[in-house]
């Protein structure tokens, strides 16, 4: 079964809309979480770690006030974006795990359409 | 900054061959390695996780090998079927970070009939 669930899966939203978007950890607390965004035909991009009870990480050139992270229990972070524009158009993921070198479990992705 | 590249970007076999995906990364200085599958539209599947200390892994039909000097690692896929067509992914945890991954440009395989 599922390690890590995210919702939702698709969605659409007009420019200048915020959509939020749910990672879960359904076998493990996790203190931390990461979320990677892959535009098309591009690989994945780590954008920021997520950390339980603290403010999220980001990776060089990822807008903070743009990608609001919240991860207020061991077992859920979610991702906002905010005031999306067409180019955040992409498929966000998040990924739980690889404490200690082991396996890394990612969630089922969302697609984001900014129209 | 490590980076990591897959070759070829695309491949289509007939079934029943046996294939290699390649894999080679910057910094030899890693965590571990791991491959991944990505059908369209989906998620991330994990197939094989290969530590630093580690020369490879196997799970079924599939093989990867893991030359950390060298900076390569290869993907070894026996008998391929038309259900092995996806995009696969090859991703680098450094070390220090091993839960952060650097990722492949992917190949993308296509298994025909």
């Known amino acids: 079964g599922a390690v890590v669930s995210q919702h939702p899966s698709w969605v659409i939203c007009k420019s200048g809309t915020s959509v939020k978007i749910e990672c879960r950890s359904l076998?493990?607390?996790?203190?931390?979480m990461f979320w990677y965004r892959q535009f098309p035909k591009q690989s994945l991009m780590l954008m920021a770690t997520?950390?339980?009870?603290?403010?999220?990480?980001?990776e060089q050139g990822v807008e903070k006030d743009k990608f609001l992270i919240n991860h207020a229990s061991l077992t859920l972070s979610t991702l906002t974006v905010t005031s999306a524009h067409p180019e955040d158009s992409s498929f966000y993921i998040c990924?739980?795990?690889?404490?200690?070198?082991?396996?890394?479990?990612f969630g089922e992705g969302s697609w984001l359409t900014v129209v | 900054k490590q980076e990591v590249t897959q070759i070829p970007a695309a491949l289509s076999v007939p079934e029943g061959e046996n294939l290699v995906l390649n894999c080679s990364f910057t910094?030899?200085?890693?965590?571990?390695l791991q491959w991944f599958r990505q059908d369209p539209g989906k998620g991330l599947t994990s197939l094989l996780l290969?530590?630093?200390?580690?020369r490879e892994q196997t799970s079924g039909r599939l093989n990867a090998s893991l030359d950390k000097s060298s900076g390569r690692s290869t993907l070894y896929i026996a008998a391929s079927q038309p259900g092995d067509s996806a995009t696969y992914l090859c991703?680098?945890?450094?070390?220090?970070?091993?839960?952060?991954?650097?990722f492949g440009t992917g190949t993308r395989l296509q298994v025909t009939l």
């Open positions: 990924s739980v795990g690889g404490w200690s070198g082991n396996t890394i479990y």
């Open positions: 910094d030899s200085a890693i965590y571990n």
């Open positions: 997520s950390n339980e009870g603290s403010k999220a990480t980001y």
């Open positions: 076998d493990f607390q996790a203190t931390t």
């Open positions: 290969i530590q630093s200390s580690q």
């Open positions: 991703a680098v945890g450094n070390t220090g970070t091993a839960s952060k991954l650097t």
